[in-house]
T-cell receptor, first 113, second 116 residues
């Protein structure tokens, strides 16, 4: 049972480049989300999804797009990378919306130069 | 609005000392859930505990214990007889709300350093 799988683990981008962070879970969880972790700020929600075909914005959505075509996958797209998007990104999934703990991927350390 | 505050940015203790990590939350909802996660130096997030708003019983798991007090909106975490392996960043988080979207609101995290 792989849990939540994120790829890549590390990435360096140049300003203006685009890329997609991949996230897949094999637990048949309805709820998936993306967070970014910055020093002194904890984890902040970027986008989330409560099921296939349904997505919504979190606290810091600007510069990011998501889609949820299947239950398993929830990719995060950076449209035009900026140095302010240098961060560690975590994908998470959970069985239900609030009652159960979230399972996190290993994280992606992204540097935008 | 929901908010979680972990006022202690960094704590340093010597091995075998007891240490308490503070967590204060704000929410207007009557149903909500509180969590603690551990982030060791390797970077992954490890779930430690979940508590719902209707269960104020304290919980103990080995050297770990949690004190949930609705009257003070606090959910504090105590490590007894700390060990070097406890060195990590610890996050308190809140979930719930009228829209019930499952969003987790995290505190800023407390970095715990346990010295041998």
């Amino acid at each position: 049972n792989a849990g939540v799988t994120q790829t890549p683990k590390f990435q360096v981008l140049k300003t203006g480049q685009s890329m997609t962070l991949q996230c897949a879970q094999d637990m048949n969880h309805e709820y998936m989300s993306w967070y970014r972790q910055d020093p002194g700020m904890g984890l902040r929600l970027i986008h989330y999804s409560v099921g296939a075909g349904i997505t919504d914005q979190g606290e810091v959505p600007n510069g990011y797009n998501v889609s949820r075509s299947t239950t398993e996958d929830f990719p995060l797209r950076l449209l035009s990378a900026a140095p302010s998007q240098t961060s560690v990104y975590f994908c998470a999934s959970s069985y239900s919306r609030a009652a159960y703990e979230a399972f996190f991927g290993q994280g992606t350390r992204l540097t935008v130069v | 609005a929901q908010k979680v505050t972990q006022a202690q940015t960094e704590i340093s203790v010597v091995e075998k000392e007891d240490v308490t990590l503070d967590c204060v939350y704000e929410t207007r909802d009557t149903t909500y859930y509180l969590f603690w996660y551990k982030q060791p130096p390797s970077g992954e997030l490890v779930f430690l505990i979940r508590r719902n708003s209707f269960d104020e019983q304290n919980e103990i798991s080995g050297r770990y214990s949690w004190n949930f007090q609705k009257s003070t909106s606090s959910f504090n975490f105590t490590i007894t007889a700390s060990q070097v392996v406890d060195s990590a960043v610890y996050f308190c988080a809140l979930s719930g709300g009228s829209s019930n979207t499952g969003k987790l609101i995290f505190g800023q995290g407390t970095t715990l350093q346990v010295k041998p």
